[in-house]
Nanobody, 125 residues
Framework: QVQLVESGGGLVQAGGSLRLSCAAS????????MAWFRQAPGKERAFVATMKWSGGSTYYADSVKGRFIISRDNAKNTVYLQMNSLKPEDTAVYYC??????????????????WGQGTQVTVSS
């Protein structure tokens, strides 16, 4: 049974930082690309960042480029999202996702097979 469990969300002031974690089980983690998506109230789920299984390829949404960093620790079966210089518009539920495929434009929800339950991030102004 595959499980992705996010943690690390919370309330932070604008300009602050948070680090999200996603612990995976039930998959051979080193063979999976991992991604973060987010869903703000009243909006569709949107791509944030993705990283290939080796960590050699990463992609970011333009809205977070230069502020967020995705990383992974294959020994711990965990992917991270370091979020810096947070803005109120970053407020959302953040989800991690996994796939054992890789191609161009790995920013679509349908490209990922497994999803976590999400963790809430709220940025106050």
């Amino acid at each position: 049974q595959v499980q992705l469990v996010e943690s690390g969300g919370g309330l932070v002031q604008a300009g602050g930082s948070l680090r999200l974690s996603c612990a995976a089980s039930g998959i051979t983690f080193s063979g999976y690309a991992m991604a973060w998506f987010r869903q703000a109230p009243g909006k569709e789920r949107a791509f944030v960042a993705t990283m290939k299984w080796s960590g050699g390829s990463t992609y970011y949404a333009d809205s977070v480029k230069g502020r967020f960093i995705i990383s992974r620790d294959n020994a711990k079966n965990t992917v991270y999202l370091q979020m810096n210089s947070l803005k109120p518009e970053d407020t959302a539920v953040y989800y991690c996702a996994a796939t054992n495929r890789w191609g161009t434009y790995m920013s679509r929800q349908y490209q990922y097979d497994y999803w976590g339950q999400g963790t809430q991030v709220t940025v106050s102004s």
